[in-house]
Each structure stands twice: as C-alpha cells, then as structure tokens.
C-alpha cells in the first residue's frame, strides 16, 4: 500500500516562502487526491487545499487563496506556501483524500497520512 | 463554510469504559462524516468515515452512528491505547472543515 513521506523541517523569515514535498511510496500518485491539513502548536487540525492529481484541479481554503500553490505529478506532491507569517508555523500534513482504480473513484476520509513537516516562521 | 461542533473538549475515563463523542454540524451534511484520532507527536489517523463504516484495520470497539447535523463516535470499552485526541472532519463540502478535538485523558 502507498505510504506518504514528507520532506523535512523548515526555519523561514516573515514575508518568505517554503516548499513542503510529499512523496509516495510503495505506489503512485496519479490516480489519488492530495489534501493538505496543518496544526498550529497546541492547536486543532486546519484543512488547508487540495489538488487532484487525474485532472489537475485545486481547491484551497479561503485563508491561503493567493498564497498556496499545490502541484502534483506520478510520484510526489507539492505545497507551496508564500507571504509566511509568524502565525504559519505550525506541522503541516499532507494526506490522501481519495484514489480511483479503474473507472471508480473513492472518498473514504484521509486514509494515509505523512509523517508531517514542521515549518516555523520567526524572525 | 460549516462548522463542526465537538463535544465534550475534553473527557476523563477509565480503561473499561464506554465513551460517546459528539459532533454536530452546523448544516445538513448527509452521512458525509469522518473520525480521526491522534496520539501526541503523530499524525492523524481514519477510524470511520461515511459517518458509520469502520476503516481497515481498526478494532470493533470503535463505531460511529448519525446522519444529517448530529454524529456520535462511541468506544464500547475504552483501552490504555485509546487515550488520544478524536476529531471528527465533514466531506460535504468546501473547505474540509473539522471539530475542534475532544480529548480522552486518564482518570
């Protein structure tokens, strides 16, 4: 079964940018969707995009529209966010959200998780 | 958007015990629900979804029930494994909001 493994820890200035890679293991990508979800220090869990890989298409929450940027190919998948601020640290996840084998498609909640990156933002 | 009310925050029992979490949504959402737990410094992990279907792997001590604006996630005898955190997350719509946790402590 695939398995999702993220790249490592961050450290950025305010007003910069940061890229977190999710690759896939022991599967591919191609057939899935990508969700992102982060978690502040303490805090709940804060949904923030998603890409589909089979037809390209994204949806980002409100807060990040502007900012985030989600790409994706066979293998790995790709959050960008820009404009960082001190209130953007936090462990970000990437997560399955569905997957189609053959002509069916399944939404059966975010199945398969990374291991989480940890961006901090501080002067 | 819709919100996701989860109650209790916080909960104390002991190993053996029943617990019932609740989650009500703040719009109709159909049996488009799903539950996670986590354990401190890991991420995430499906318990149900579809409200009711239990995922892969995950012991039948652990079910779900409701439709519409009111979900329950019940532990029929709770287990040293099973203090964690519980949120409850809809697949309604966008943005794929969640609860705001319900925590399970040891009494």
């Known amino acids: 079964q695939v398995q999702l493994v993220q790249s490592g820890a961050e450290v950025r200035k305010p007003g910069s940018s940061v890229k977190i890679v999710c690759t896939a293991s022991?599967?591919?990508?191609?057939?899935?969707?990508i969700s992102w979800v982060r978690q502040a220090p303490g805090q709940g869990l804060e949904w923030v995009g998603q890409i589909n890989a089979l037809f390209g298409s994204t949806k980002y929450a409100q807060r990040f529209e502007g900012r985030l940027t989600l790409r994706t190919d066979a293998s790995t998948s790709d959050m960008y966010l820009s404009g960082l601020r001190s209130d953007d640290t936090a462990v970000y996840y990437c997560?399955?959200?569905?997957?189609?084998?053959?002509?069916?498609?399944?939404?059966?909640?975010?199945?398969?998780w990374g291991q989480g990156t940890l961006v901090t933002v501080s002067s | 958007d819709i919100q996701l009310t989860q109650s209790p925050s916080f909960l104390s029992a002991s190993v053996g015990d029943r617990v019932t979490i609740t989650c009500r949504a703040s719009h109709d959402i159909s049996s488009f629900l799903a539950w996670y737990q986590q354990k401190p410094g890991q991420a995430p992990s499906l318990l149900i979804y579809a409200a009711s279907t239990l995922q892969s792997g995950v012991p039948s001590r652990f079910s779900g029930s409701g439709s519409g604006t009111d979900f329950t996630l019940t532990i029929s005898s709770l287990q040293p494994e099973d203090f964690a955190t519980y949120y409850c997350?809809?697949?309604?719509?966008?943005?794929?909001?969640f609860g705001q946790g319900t925590k399970v402590d040891i009494k």
């Open positions: 997560a399955r959200a569905g997957y189609c084998s053959g002509t069916n498609c399944y939404w059966p909640g975010f199945d398969i």
């Open positions: 997350q809809q697949l309604n719509s966008y943005p794929r909001t």
């Open positions: 022991g599967g591919t990508l191609s057939d899935s969707t």
